[in-house]
């Protein structure tokens, strides 16, 4: 009688990952989060998995903002808090080691939600995209084709109708969005002017990313002053990313019919007392337009982004700078280091290039 073949005995890898301590109610610090060894990972699927699954190797992760509200224990936003002892969740780019999902195979390279381990099974494969390998680098689908640049384009072309000439204000301007909102402003024919933390970033914005003008908030003691130096005759349009002060000296600002497209308030996310805004009123006499907005809210662009953004950054109308740490037990201080402005650029972690 002959005897079966024994099964092939599955490879397996280390699997080190990065996990959140405990909830937090300020800026986070490196300590917020615990590199550990999760041990052993069977490469393979589990045969027990619930549906359809994938299995990827990280390459790249992104290190975003929003990911701060996470670390909050606060089940009323838009997006779930992270569980303390849990692996922390990002935007990644990762290779498909194993597949049950008919829409991926093995080697196939694709971004989405993953997490900020080696190696990580994606059990709602549906949300992840495949990416064509070209030209552009794939850590480019985490700012330029990815997130970043999806909400840069969809903000400012949706939420500020930009015209010909108009006047363009972009706060934290070198960062993964702001680099982008006012390259595509200046490729609209408007007039753009950018803010940042250093006098680096300025240099950046005026000599890479051609802003007709920029400056250092943090030398401004007096902001409203400073924007009436730069817009004399006011501001069209405000791409908002900071809050606070700046806000309220941009509202002074403003001229008649102005739009001004919430994106997010950095300022305000290590602030267990927020700062209030004083000027608010003057959305009224100036019929001003204040929208808050999530990129996926509109989702059914992001392949015309694909194709604009990827088409003007081949023909050379647009550029982008990265930020990259490399290694997993690098990524708690990148991520830290976006609440102070440490990064120069969309901050991303390599993990690997295989």
């Given at each position: 009688?002959?005897?079966?073949?024994?099964?092939?005995?599955?490879?397996?890898?280390?699997?080190?990952?990065?996990?959140?301590?405990?909830?937090?109610?300020?800026?986070?610090?490196?300590?917020d989060?615990?590199?550990?060894?999760?041990?052993?990972?069977?490469?393979?699927?589990p045969?027990?998995?619930?549906?359809?699954?994938?299995?990827?190797?990280?390459?790249?992760?992104?290190?975003?903002p929003y990911?701060?509200?996470?670390?909050?224990?606060?089940?009323?936003?838009?997006?779930?808090p992270?569980?303390?002892?849990?692996?922390?969740?990002?935007?990644?780019?990762?290779?498909?080691?194993?597949?049950?999902?008919?829409?991926?195979?093995?080697?196939?390279?694709?971004?989405?939600?993953t997490?900020?381990?080696?190696?990580?099974?994606?059990?709602?494969?549906?949300?992840?995209?495949?990416?064509?390998?070209?030209?552009?680098p794939?850590?480019?689908?985490?700012?330029?084709?990815?997130?970043?640049?999806?909400t840069?384009?969809?903000?400012?072309?949706?939420?500020?109708?930009?015209?010909?000439?108009?006047?363009?204000?972009?706060?934290?301007?070198?960062?993964?969005?702001?680099?982008?909102?006012?390259?595509?402003?200046?490729?609209?024919?408007?007039?753009?002017?950018?803010?940042?933390?250093?006098?680096?970033?300025?240099?950046?914005?005026?000599?890479?990313?051609?802003?007709?003008?920029?400056?250092?908030?943090?030398?401004?003691?007096?902001?409203?002053?400073a924007?009436?130096?730069?817009?004399?005759?006011?501001?069209?349009?405000?791409?908002?990313?900071?809050?606070?002060?700046?806000?309220?000296?941009?509202?002074?600002?403003?001229?008649?019919?102005?739009?001004?497209?919430?994106?997010?308030m950095?300022?305000?996310?290590?602030?267990?007392?927020?700062?209030?805004?004083?000027?608010?009123?003057?959305?009224?006499?100036?019929?001003?337009?204040?929208?808050?907005?999530?990129?996926?809210?509109?989702?059914?662009?992001?392949?015309?982004?694909?194709?604009?953004?990827?088409?003007?950054?081949?023909?050379?109308?647009?550029?982008?700078?990265?930020?990259?740490?490399?290694?997993?037990?690098?990524?708690?201080?990148a991520?830290?280091?976006?609440?102070s402005?440490?990064?120069?650029?969309?901050?991303?972690?390599?993990?690997?290039?295989?």
């Amino acid at each position: 009688m002959e005897q079966a073949e024994p099964a092939a005995e599955v490879p397996t890898a280390r699997n080190r990952k990065v996990v959140l301590r405990e909830y937090i109610t300020r800026a986070p610090t490196e300590d917020d989060m615990l590199l550990v060894d999760g041990g052993a990972v069977p490469l393979r699927v589990p045969d027990g998995a619930a549906g359809p699954a994938v299995l990827v190797k990280n390459l790249y992760l992104s290190c975003d903002p929003y990911m701060r509200g996470r670390m909050r224990d606060n089940h009323s936003s838009y997006i779930p808090p992270f569980k303390p002892g849990s692996v922390i969740e990002g935007l990644g780019v990762a290779r498909v080691v194993d597949s049950t999902y008919p829409g991926f195979s093995a080697g196939d390279i694709v971004s989405g939600m993953t997490g900020w381990e080696e190696y990580s099974l994606i059990e709602k494969p549906e949300q992840l995209n495949k990416i064509q390998q070209s030209d552009i680098p794939l850590s480019y689908h985490l700012g330029l084709l990815g997130m970043p640049g999806f909400t840069a384009y969809a903000g400012f072309y949706e939420l500020c109708s930009p015209k010909k000439g108009e006047f363009v204000f972009v706060s934290a301007a070198s960062g993964a969005v702001g680099q982008i909102v006012g390259q595509l402003a200046k490729l609209h024919g408007c007039y753009v002017v950018g803010s940042a933390g250093t006098n680096q970033k300025v240099e950046l914005l005026k000599d890479k990313f051609g802003f007709n003008a920029a400056f250092n908030y943090k030398e401004e003691p007096d902001l409203t002053a400073a924007l009436k130096r730069y817009f004399p005759e006011g501001i069209d349009i405000y791409f908002e990313n900071v809050g606070g002060s700046m806000l309220d000296a941009v509202l002074v600002n403003m001229r008649m019919h102005g739009r001004i497209a919430v994106c997010g308030m950095v300022s305000q996310h290590g602030m267990t007392d927020p700062v209030g805004i004083h000027n608010l009123f003057c959305l009224v006499p100036k019929r001003i337009k204040m929208q808050g907005f999530i990129q996926s809210d509109f989702l059914n662009l992001f392949p015309q982004f694909l194709d604009d953004v990827a088409k003007h950054y081949r023909d050379g109308k647009i550029v982008y700078v990265e930020d990259m740490s490399i290694g997993l037990e690098n990524a708690p201080g990148a991520f830290v280091g976006l609440f102070s402005g440490k990064n120069v650029g969309k901050q991303v972690v390599c993990m690997s290039q295989e």
